[in-house]
């Protein structure tokens, strides 16, 4: 793990412990040492979890250290929400540079964290920190567990799925079309858009599964057709088909650039503009998301009307996956949906039968006192 010691970056002692607890089944002597070894769990699962694990438990540390001058061991339940109302009111120095003198180049925050999801997001973070140090028994227990939600995770059961309604799908799949013939976008931005989101959609996948995987995992089937192998969420495996327009789409955007076949190399799913190093590289999650909000900014800008423009702006990429499900949904059963999506309840597939509430809609349209 490349992460410096915290005593480097945050320039406060860390206290060794003279003998580690013979109840602490991690071993680790320090903060910094059971940091790394929870860093380096969050690592297998996959490098978008570490990315977003470390820089959110690097900035609590970083305020636990300055501004309370304590340790992991010395957290309660007062601290985590002193916390909490730190980054929804940010000073100004946690907004510039300098913080870390161990870094002093980088920026923690861009601006105050949002109540409701946003900070929803950094309390899942700690609980799963708090969680993992109280398991080792590292800590004797776990300050974050009544910590209270506000965002839309509060009540599961109430959570609204975000996917495009017909009329914007169509929309965007025309603006698909528009972008091709728009002559500020090259021809290979706009290939790369429609193959990009083609993928997306057809596969149903999450942003992960999208930048994290290559045409390395596309394999043959006894069938005489092909499969992605896809390494999903909670580290999870499942195997999607390609019907043949989509194993036809892959061939023609590879031989553009020179590839021939299907599979057997690293040429990404998502693919980046520029090479690297003369090598065409993968989109990371973050360059997916951007990418995604560019292209949802073209879509907002082609929209009749501004709440349709509204919407795409609002739209996450994660979207596409749910529109895919949404619109499978009327084809499958919800057994097999949940093998496609890599659901591990049908509970959580049962969300893309929107279908069902539409025909439930119309039975009752009459039913009143």
């Known amino acids: 793990m490349s992460l410096p010691a915290l005593s480097e970056l945050l320039q406060f002692p860390i206290k060794e412990d003279d003998i580690v607890s013979s109840h602490d089944m991690s071993g ?28 959110e438990i690097l900035r609590f540390t970083a305020w636990l250290y300055q501004d309370m001058s304590s340790g992991y061991k010395e957290v309660r339940l007062k601290h985590l929400q002193m916390y909490l109302h730190h980054i929804q009111n940010l000073p100004d120095r946690w907004l510039k540079k300098g913080v870390l003198p161990g870094q002093p180049d980088r920026i923690l925050f861009k601006g105050s964290i949002r109540p409701g999801k946003s900070t929803d997001q950094v309390i899942d973070v700690l609980s799963s920190f708090f969680s993992f140090l109280e398991k080792n028994r590292y800590t004797l227990g776990n300050p974050a567990v009544s910590l209270i939600r506000s965002g839309e995770k509060q009540s599961r059961g109430n959570t ?75 580290r999870k ?46 989109l990371s999650s973050r360059g997916l998301r951007f990418w995604w909000q560019n292209f949802m900014r073209y879509c907002a800008l082609q929209a ?25 949904a009327q084809l499958m059963d919800i057994e097999d949906l949940a093998i496609f999506a890599g659901h591990d309840s049908i509970n959580t597939t049962s969300q893309y039968y929107h279908t069902e509430a539409r025909r439930l809609k119309k039975m009752t349209e009459a039913h009143f006192l």
Not at 187 to 209: C, K, N, P, Q, V
Not at 246 to 262: C, M, P, T
Not at 307 to 324: D, G, I, V, Y
């Open 237 to 282: 495996r499942r195997q999607v088909p390609l019907n043949q327009k989509l194993v036809n789409e892959i061939k023609a955007f590879r031989a553009s650039y020179q590839y021939e076949g299907l599979l057997g190399d690293d040429f990404p799913l998502a693919p980046r503009t520029r090479r690297v190093n003369g090598k065409l590289a993968g």
């Open 304 to 328: 009749e009307n501004n709440q349709m423009a509204e919407r795409f702006l609002s739209m996450p990429f994660h979207a596409m996956r749910h529109t895919a499900l949404t619109h499978l």
């Open 160 to 234: 609204v799925i975000r996917f495009f309604h017909e009329e914007e799908w169509r929309h965007l799949l025309h603006c698909l079309d528009l972008q091709a013939e728009d002559s500020s976008y090259s021809d290979y931005e706009a290939a790369r858009t429609r193959y990009i989101i083609m993928l997306g959609y057809s596969l149903g996948l999450r942003e992960s599964e999208l930048t994290g995987h290559s045409c390395n995992d596309i394999h043959p089937d006894n069938d005489g057709g092909y499969f992605l192998s896809i390494l999903g969420k909670g």
């Open 28 to 55: 680790a002597a320090n903060d910094s040492e059971i940091l790394t070894l929870f860093l380096n769990k969050s690592a297998a699962r996959s490098s978008e979890t570490l990315r977003r694990y470390e820089r």
